[in-house]
């Protein structure tokens, strides 16, 4: 019995002597898993960093490319406002011929002092729906009064009065006035005078006062415009002279010498400052 008593007590402390190690190799173990794990953890949020840094980069290419086509679209904007502004004005400079007549001559000083005489309004004749064509080759030295629509493509010296639309694509040494009055690359010495709109298209010169409800300019005008409605100023457009408007909308690119007054707006800026002034 003392043998195996021995032997039991033997057996008892080898075992003892052998669990720590074994606890040490489990430990050792469980550590190597958890570096892995953290390493592989390490790696994926490198990863998901890189990818982060590439979109942005992406990003900001992107944005700073889309600037700088717009920085270069600009760019091109303005040197078309500007090619089209010398255009206007050298076409400004050859509209009035070198040796004119006596009578030519005269009107052409009185618009430029803005002292073209006061042309009477339409009358109450019916508007006929007929639209007369005056073609490039023809030229008429006289006045010319239509019930209708009058589409002028040659030249007139003289006043012009149509009860329907006067489109003018040619040149007018004359006082004109119409139910609505459209000029495109027009050549025009008088006032136009229009009880709704006027509408003055590029590459059109105009000499003389325009009075009209509503007007959109794009191209020259030496003269006050006078519209009881609003005022547009497009990127091409050039005046010398003063405007009076209800409002006025100048696009950038847009020339104006000369004052700028909403005098027919719904506000009166003397009397809010004086009622202002009162309340004081």
Avoid: W
């Amino acid at each position: 019995m003392g043998f195996f008593s021995d032997l039991k007590d033997d057996l008892s402390q080898a075992v003892n002597e052998l669990m720590p190690e074994d606890s040490a190799e489990d430990v050792k173990k469980e550590l190597a898993e958890q570096e892995k794990l953290a390493a592989e953890q390490a790696r994926k949020e490198q990863a998901e960093r890189e990818r982060m840094a590439a979109e942005q980069a992406a990003r900001e290419q992107e944005e700073a490319e889309k600037r700088a086509e717009e920085a270069r679209e600009a760019e091109r904007e303005q040197m078309a406002a500007e090619e089209a502004r010398r255009r206007v004005q050298a076409e400004a400079e050859t509209a009035a011929p070198a040796e004119q007549t006596p009578a030519v001559e005269e009107h052409q000083e009185a618009a430029v002092e803005m002292k073209v005489p006061e042309m009477p309004v339409l009358s109450s004749r019916t508007t006929s729906d007929e639209v007369s064509v005056l073609t490039e080759s023809m030229l008429i030295n006289g006045n010319i009064a239509t019930e209708g629509g009058l589409d002028v493509r040659g030249s007139i010296v003289g006043n012009v009065e149509a009860l329907g639309k006067l489109n003018i694509t040619g040149a007018i040494q004359g006082n004109s006035q119409a139910a609505e009055i459209f000029a495109e690359g027009a050549k025009i010495t008088g006032e136009l005078r229009s009880s709704s709109s006027i509408k003055v298209g590029q590459s059109t010169v105009i000499i003389g006062n325009i009075y009209a409800s509503s007007a959109v300019i794009a191209g020259a005008i030496k003269g006050d415009i006078d519209v009881k409605g609003p005022v547009i100023l497009d990127a091409t457009a050039i005046v010398m002279g003063d405007i009076k408007s209800k409002s006025v909308q100048i696009n950038n690119g847009a020339v104006v010498e000369g004052m700028c007054s909403q005098c027919y707006a719904d506000v009166n800026p003397a009397s809010f400052f004086e009622e202002l002034k009162k309340m004081k």
